[in-house]
């Protein structure tokens, strides 16, 4: 199973930008799709964005639609989220995921991978 860790999380003021990155351990990380989750204190886990196992495709949360943009370098077994126009809302851990199904925004249960999160806050 791919261990992952992320990375690059910190404090910024709103209106900001932030990039967050993920490392895959393993040899097998092109299998799979890759995603960005959130969760912000006292509330339900959000998807966020979610790249295809080639990287030209994406899916992005209504929430950050527009501001975000996800990659991979499947060379690297990396996956990163740069965050522009960060709003205080944006606040929270986000979770890097591995899975073997692209719908993870309407299916997470189907997650296989969770890294252990790293914390970004936005201050206004």
């Known amino acids: 199973q791919v261990q992952l860790v992320e990375s690059g999380g910190g404090e910024v003021q709103a209106g900001g930008s932030l990039r967050l990155s993920c490392t895959a351990s393993?040899?097998?990380?092109?299998?799979?799709?890759m995603s960005w989750f959130r969760q912000a204190p006292g509330k339900e886990r959000e998807f966020v964005a979610v790249?295809?196992?080639?990287?030209?495709?994406?899916h992005y949360g209504d929430s950050v639609q527009g501001r975000v943009t996800i990659s991979r370098d499947n060379t690297k077994n990396t996956v990163n989220l740069q965050m522009n126009t960060l709003k205080p809302e944006d606040t929270g851990v986000y979770y890097c995921a591995a899975s073997y199904d692209y719908g993870v925004a309407v299916r997470p249960s189907k997650v296989v991978s969770w890294g252990q999160g790293t914390q970004v806050t936005v201050s206004s």
């Open positions: 393993g040899s097998s990380f092109s299998t799979y799709y």
């Open positions: 790249i295809s196992r080639s990287g030209d495709t994406a």
